[in-house]
């Protein structure tokens, strides 16, 4: 390529240097020429003196303008270089938009011939031939009356342009100051990509590529602003039940594939208009926009609920799952922004309240039953350091002799002002909190040493919340409490839930396997709720299956109570597993319950839950009472 010729540096100085030799160099010889009036032989020597005089100051002068003349070039080469090698491209337009300097980078970046891009081409001409192969798209001459307006009035001017191959140009015109001016032309397609970057990351989750809560924030902010007269948008918190447990029991990376899955399913579930984004951790939320009707709200539910249900294959896991959804709706549940996220979380906290796996509609009085809630575990956190509670516990019968065969331990609170407090009131909050680890160790300790007071036939049953599973140290609690009591193991039996194996939780399994190896006994508590699958049953060899009382209940009735108890305990039998009734009441309920072959029953018919002190004595004397009842 060939840049401007012109030397860039002022050639003035070199000049006058030399005039200024040449001229007193004739001074000397004139003077010398004029004063010979001497003898001929005097005037030739002195003609010779200045003719040689006259040599040396001519190559004097030659030789100086030689050593100029190099600098000059060897500056004009690093000016060169310089120019060429900045990663910017540069055009140097003198006062008439003429080319004073366009270097390498400026060519290369438009594709443009250096025959037409050198100095003295106009800017005209520039960008016409940049027209001309394609990197200009637009009027040249108003393009450039443009720039050559700006520079006039000293205005910079920034514009940003398409280079061929679709890379992103930034072009800065800066006058200066004596006139002209100077284009500087970046190519800034690595900065916008990066910044592009930057800006995606700001606002859209790593993991799932969903909307982030600032996105989220802002669309709704937006969504909230668009709202038109008799418009109505949702929105929608989701939190994904249990997830955590998947996420310790099978590792973040299936955790990890489980979000992932979940957010494609919530992507495709919502419209165009709408929002699905990832909050952080297991939480996700919606906006629909454009509602008509709660119809729709109702629909856009339903199929959430199908997406988020179906079972879900993360490397070879086939995980099921559920969710709890709050939802409000603008206007009416709240036209601000916080205000309708509020009320959106407090309808979460509702539905997860109330047992999960369930959605509910922000309503006036969550704000207040969301207090009551955080105040009742406040006071749990007080009373596990206090040792406000107590265990009460109920006889459970086998039917066929009426004798006692095992208690269950029931955790009562006494509160110093509301009194006793169910257990089914401040589970739910101490197994959301992690209290119930705390609480779970205290119940079977106190149950352990309770039971080694009573006839050795008689066992104790302590219930097991599915987060104590979580913990990896239950199979140790559990040594230690037999331990510490001298409790047989083969006396304890721990009841536990189906939410215990409703995933495919292999870590679950291995504990209740760990269990089993220390001898302790392991029940399958309330089947018939839930899900009810008989593959719990095959997955792990339970030696008894507590009946729910829901069955019980509707033992007479016209019902398939008695059906379905047939069947369970037909079940329980060819597995050598025992069969125990929950909530006997009637004679007539207990009569059914032999015939068809029930093992235990437990029941206020022969006993409500009672303290310690109380359980002594009723075992004392249960031979008695056994007879009298039959
Ligand atoms: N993780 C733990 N859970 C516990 C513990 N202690 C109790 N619980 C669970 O709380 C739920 C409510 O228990 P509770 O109010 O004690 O109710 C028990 C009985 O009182 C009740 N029952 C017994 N017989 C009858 C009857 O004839 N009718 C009737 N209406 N109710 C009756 O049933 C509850 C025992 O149920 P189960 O555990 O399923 O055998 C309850 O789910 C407890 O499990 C604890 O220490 N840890």
């Given at each position: 390529m060939r840049i401007d010729d012109r030397n860039p540096v002022s050639g003035n100085a070199e000049s006058r240097s030399t005039k200024g030799l040449a001229f007193c160099a004739g001074l000397l010889v004139g003077s010398l020429l004029g004063s010979a009036t001497a003898t001929w032989s005097?005037?030739?020597?002195?003609?010779?003196?200045?003719?040689?005089?006259?040599?040396?100051?001519?190559?004097?002068?030659?030789?100086?303008?030689?050593?100029?003349?190099?600098r000059l070039a060897v500056e004009r080469r690093n000016l060169s270089t310089a120019v060429n090698n900045i990663p910017q491209g540069l055009v140097l337009y003198d006062a008439s938009a003429r080319i004073i300097i366009c270097n390498r980078p400026y060519i290369e970046m438009f594709g443009l011939s250096p025959d037409v891009a050198k100095p003295g081409c106009t800017m005209q001409r520039l960008i016409a031939h940049r027209q001309e192969t394609g990197s200009f798209d637009g009027d040249v001459d108003e393009f450039c009356n443009a720039i050559i307006r700006n520079v006039a009035l000293g205005k910079a001017t920034r514009q940003l342009t398409e280079a061929p191959g679709g890379r992103a140009i930034e072009i800065v015109n800066k006058p200066l100051p004596l006139g002209g001016w100077v284009a500087t032309i970046e190519d800034i397609t690595e900065r916008t990509r990066a910044d592009e970057k930057i800006a995606h990351m700001a606002h859209y989750d790593a993991l799932t590529d969903l909307p982030n809560r600032v996105l989220f924030r802002e669309r709704l902010e937006q969504a909230l602003k668009a709202i038109r007269p008799g418009g109505q948008l949702a929105v929608m918190y989701i939190d994904i039940d249990e997830f955590k447990s998947v996420n310790d029991a099978l590792g973040h990376q299936i955790g990890d594939e489980l979000l992932k899955a979940i957010a494609g399913r919530l992507r495709a579930c919502v419209k165009e208009t709408d929002v699905a984004a990832r909050l952080g951790g297991d939480e996700f939320a919606v906006i629909q926009t454009a509602i008509r009707s709660h119809t729709e709200t109702m629909q856009l539910l339903a199929a959430i609920y199908q997406a988020i249900r179906e079972p879900i294959d993360c490397s070879g896991h086939l995980i099921t799952t559920d969710a709890s959804i709050g939802i409000a709706v603008a206007p009416s549940d709240g036209i601000d922004l916080d205000q309708l996220l509020r009320n959106a979380d407090l309808a979460l906290y509702g539905?997860?309240?109330?047992?999960r796996r369930t959605y509910r509609f922000f309503e006036a009085g969550m704000d207040a039953r969301a207090k009551a809630r955080r105040s009742l575990e406040l006071e749990l956190r007080q009373a596990i350091a206090d040792g406000g509670f107590e265990l009460h516990y109920q006889p459970l019968l086998h039917l066929e002799d009426s004798k006692v065969s095992c208690c269950e331990a029931l955790l009562r609170w006494r509160h110093p002002e509301r009194g006793t407090i169910s257990p089914a009131d401040f589970i739910p909050v101490a197994e959301e909190t992690g209290l119930i680890n705390d609480l779970g160790h205290w119940v079977l300790n106190t149950a352990c040493r309770e039971a080694v007071n009573w006839p050795d036939h008689v066992h104790v049953a302590v219930n097991v919340s599915p987060i104590q599973f979580k913990s990896q140290t239950l199979a140790l609690n559990v040594a230690t409490a037999l331990a510490a009591s001298g409790l047989s193991a083969s006396r304890l039996e721990l009841e536990i839930t189906e939410a215990v194996?409703?995933?495919?939780?292999?870590?679950?399994?291995?504990?209740?396997?760990?269990?089993r190896e220390l001898g302790v006994r392991i029940a399958l508590d309330d089947f018939g709720t839930g899900y009810s699958s008989l593959s719990y049953l095959q997955r792990f060899p339970f030696d008894k299956i507590k009946i729910d009382r829901a069955f019980i209940k509707d033992l007479a009735g016209a019902g398939a109570s008695s059906t379905i108890v047939q069947a369970v305990v037909n079940i329980a039998a060819a597995s050598d597993m025992t069969t125990t009734a929950e909530g006997v009441e009637t004679e007539q309920q207990r009569n059914m319950l032999?015939?068809?072959?029930?093992?235990?029953?437990?029941g206020y018919l022969f006993s409500r839950p009672v303290p310690a002190t109380d359980i002594r004595k009723l075992l004392s004397s249960y031979r008695e009472r056994a007879a009298s009842v039959a």
């Open positions: 005097v005037r030739e020597g002195l003609l010779m003196a200045a003719i040689v005089i006259l040599a040396v100051i001519v190559f004097l002068v030659l030789k100086r303008h030689q050593t100029s003349d190099e539905a997860k309240s109330d047992g194996l409703i995933r495919d939780d292999e870590a679950a399994l291995d504990i209740l396997h760990q269990l032999r015939i068809l072959g029930c093992t235990e029953m437990q």
